[in-house]
C-alpha cells in the first residue's frame, strides 16, 4: 500500500521588520491574513502585471503562493500544521520586474521557465530578502523572491519531482531512454 500525503507542516520565522514572503498552502480554517500573522502592521502585494503595489487588508484572505511584503511587529514564528496542497499553477509576469513565491516545495531557480522562452536573461538575478537583498538560488516555502524579465508572459515552475520544461534548445526526450542493455 502507497500511502500519499494529502497536508503537510510549514514552519517559519517572520522577523520585527519587513519580510519578503508567500503563504504556501491552503489552511483550512482560516486564510485570513491576520489570522496567518496575527502582528502584522501592514502588507503589500506587488501585482506584477500592472507594476504597482496593492495593500492587503488584515481582513483578506491569502492567495497560495502569492508573494507579498509583510511588515510584523515582533518576532514571531508561524507554525501551521496540516495544510492542504494547493495546485500549482503558471505565474502571470509583466515586463520588467516581478514577484512570486513558491507553494509546497523547494525549487532551483535553474529550473524556472518562461512564456516567451526568452522572457529570463542569462544575466537575470533572482533577489530575496533577508534584512537586506540576498541572491537566491533555491526559493523555499513561505519565502518570495523578485526576477526582472524581459518580457511579459508566464513563469513556469518546476514540479516537486524536477524542472517544468526543457531549456531553450535542449532536447525533452533524453539519449539515454533509447537505449537497450541487455
Known amino acids: 500500500i502507497i500511502e500519499v500525503a494529502t497536508t503537510f507542516d510549514h514552519n517559519q520565522d517572520i522577523s520585527d521588520s ?10 483550512g480554517s482560516s486564510m485570513q491574513a491576520s489570522s496567518i500573522y496575527p502582528n502584522m502592521s501592514v502588507a503589500w502585494a506587488w501585482n506584477n502585471l500592472t507594476g504597482a503595489y496593492e495593500e492587503i487588508q488584515s481582513t483578506a484572505d491569502l492567495t497560495p503562493g502569492q508573494a507579498f511584503w509583510l511588515k510584523n511587529a515582533g ?5 501551521e500544521t496540516g495544510l492542504s496542497f494547493s495546485a500549482k499553477e503558471n505565474v502571470a509576469i509583466g515586463n520588467g520586474w516581478n514577484m512570486f513565491g513558491v507553494l509546497d516545495y523547494t525549487i532551483n531557480t535553474a529550473d524556472v521557465r518562461t512564456v516567451p522562452s526568452d522572457a529570463i536573461s542569462a544575466s537575470s538575478t533572482f533577489w530575496g530578502y533577508n534584512g537586506g537583498y540576498e541572491v537566491k538560488t533555491t526559493i523555499n516555502p513561505g519565502s518570495a523572491v523578485w526576477i526582472k524579465t524581459t518580457a511579459a508572459g508566464e513563469l513556469v515552475l518546476p514540479t516537486a519531482a524536477g524542472p517544468a520544461l526543457p531549456k531553450a534548445g535542449e532536447s525533452f526526450v533524453r539519449e539515454e531512454w533509447a537505449q537497450i542493455h541487455i
Not at 519587513?18 to 489552511?27: E, Y
Request: charged share 20%; aromatic share 20%.
Open 18 to 27: 519587513w519580510n519578503l514572503i508567500s503563504f504556501p498552502g491552503v489552511d
Open 75 to 79: 518576532n514571531f514564528e508561524v507554525d
